[in-house]
Structures are given as structure tokens and as C-alpha cells.
């Protein structure tokens, strides 16, 4: 005598529904795409890449510099060298991530429902600002008193003064390697993986100012 | 260790005024180093947007 099973019922665990929806949104050709349109061979899209590049040094630098603390990037040869690696690192990031917004201001990189693209594009940039600010005033010396005593007063003249005091160290310190990079990054991750969803925004086309603006499928 | 750049002396800055008297029209006033920093970034665009990106028949690209 044989025992058949009942068929086994479909899972409709939240794992597999949130699966289902991230691999509906963005399939692994998606994803990891291994090509992209013939119009991406132009220098103009390579800052967005640069400005990634840029972040994963400020973070790397960053997370050393924060293992070590102040006496080690003052006082010591190699917290120096870490010290100007982290400035640097983060120069070069707001000049890439500004000739990246030209770049993508002028091609409209809104277009073909790619706002969500450019909106968290839009507010990285912003956030990144108190980032570096935040990183002046955390440095321990002079001029990160200097710096905190004349932005107070840019604070106060907005009426935020309350809540965010530059010359509290310790606010400034906490906001600087933990809330403002978190939101930095997890801003980036959105606004990268939005853009292999929608795919990279294709130029104008010569003589059509207005190709492209009502498509929601990405390059054709 | 000395600074490549002399910084022990005040910063230069770039002046200048749209419309005469005690209360100009337009007034623009930036630091020196600040105004190369942009100059650069505008030349950084333009050579990104001007010059030649290398191609490799079949690579990586889809038409």
C-alpha cells in the first residue's frame, strides 16, 4: 500500500515574497550587468565611478582613523600620512561627485522616469556636506576650533542651534563616523542600485529635445 | 615636515563689484584657492566631455 503526500502548499513566507519582489525589480543581468550601451564609453559617465572610488578610501581611511584616535593622526608619521589620505580622499570626492551632477544636469538624467535616480543623487550630495563639515570640526586642533566657533553662528543664524551644537565634540565626533557616513552610504547604495535598475541615462538625440522623457524602460 | 605651499600668511582672495557707491549692485569675493579648485572642476568637464574615450572592438558594450 502506497502513501501519497499531499502536495506541498506555496510558501508565502515574507523571505520569499521580498525575494520574489528584489528579483523581480532588479534581475542579476541587472544587477551585474557584464555590458552597458555603446554611449557609456564617454569620460563624462566615468565620475560617477571616481566619486565610489573616492567614498571607499574616505571610509577605509576613515575606520582606520577612528581605531587609532587623535594623538596617533597628530603625533605619528603614519597617522599623518592617514590624516591627508582622508582629506584627500574626500576633496577628490565632492570634485568628482561635482562634475558628475554637471555632467548629469546637463543630460536631464531625470528623464525616463529616473527622478528617484537623481533625487538620491541630489540629497548624497547634501548629506555629504554636514559629513565633511562635521570631519572639520572632529580634527582636535585649532583649526577644527576655528571652523566650529564660525559655523555655530551659521547654525544659530538658521535657528538649528539647539540641536546641533559645533562645539560639542563629542555630538560632532558621533555624527561624523556614524550617523552622516551611514546615511551617506546607504543614500549611494539606493541611488546605484536605482540606477541598474533603470539603466544609465542615454544622451539627447540629435535634432529630438524630447526623446527620452516619457519612456520608463530604461536605454532602448 | 614643511608644507609644500606657504600657508603662514593671510589668504588672497578674488574681488569684485557690479555698480559703483557705498552699496554695489552685485559683489563677489572668494578665496584664491577656492576659485582655482572651480576653475579646475570646469576644466576637468569640459576635457571629459571633449576628449576621446578609448574603445576595444566588442568589449563590454551593446548597441
Redesign the interface.
Known sequence: MSVTEPPEAPSRSWTLRVRERAVAALPPEKLLA?????Y?????Y??GVLSLSALAVIIGSGTILALKGPGWWHFTGIGRFFNSLHLWSVELFF?FM??HL??KYWMAAWRGGRSRVWITGAVTFVVAIPCALTGYVSQQNFDSQWISTQAKDAMNSVGVGAFFNLLNFGQMYSYHVLLLPAAVVALVVIHVLLVRKHGVVPPFRLGDGDEGTTSRDGPS | MAAVFNLNHHASYVNFHVGGGSTPFFSFSMSLSNVIVIVVMLIVFALAIALPFPHHEGAGTQQ
Open positions: 557584464d555590458k552597458q550601451p555603446t557609456v564609453a564617454s569620460w563624462i566615468v565620475f570634485l561635482v562634475i554637471w555632467g
